[in-house]
């Protein structure tokens, strides 16, 4: 499938991979270095779904195991999607139509493989670097050719190492201008989004 961009008559993007993007909630770390489930954010669900439509993904996923946490994120979606919220902004429903939501990374990986008909390659995010680190310009070549892939961010303080270390990438960190690099999981995924599949600047 091709996904195209265009502005006064010229293309800005073309990419031909589908691209899902998943917020583990589990296994994420804490300041301590404990595994965590970490909770739901409201703000983690409209901001990425947003963002998840503005750069055509196929979807994005919530990727939590604790029933209640499940429920009270259907609840959001359902509000709008079809409750008065829907009525106050068509395009926030627009964003949410991009939400899906799953126990855990294995049970999101079989509906994706299900719904494509292949499994797809995994790329994780990090601020740290790993022996199978690659660029965005990589990443970027890849998207280019037809595929399937979903992008893993990570809340608390990161996703557990037993994961990192079974996908197939991991994404260069983002460097700003100084020693400080916390950037809060909404705006990494802006970034690394428009880097990906944003249209060529450069």
Known sequence: METIKKSK????????AKVYLALLHYPVYNKKKEIITTSVTNLDIH?????????QLEGYYIVQP???????????????QSGQGY???PDRQKAFEKVMIS???????DQVTAKEGCRPKLIATDARKFPNT????????????????????????????????QVD??????YGAGDYNHLSVR???????????????W
Request: glycine share 6%; net charge positive.
């Open 87 to 89: 009525a106050f902004n």
């Open 9 to 16: 008559g010229v293309i800005r993007n073309l990419r031909r």
């Open 134 to 165: 690659v660029t965005y310009r990589q990443v970027r070549e890849s998207f280019s050719r037809p595929g399937v892939y979903i992008l893993l961010f990570g809340t608390g303080w990161g996703i557990a190492r037993d994961v990192m270390a």
């Open 66 to 80: 604790l029933d209640l946490q499940r429920q009270m994120v259907k609840r959001i979606i359902d509000y709008w």
């Open 187 to 201: 705006s990494a995924v802006a970034i690394i989004l428009d880097r990906l599949c944003g249209e060529k600047w």
């Open 103 to 109: 126990r855990d990374l294995s049970e999101m990986i």
């Open 47 to 55: 901001d990425i779904a947003r963002c998840a439509a503005t750069y």
């Open 169 to 174: 990438w991991i994404l260069e960190p983002i």
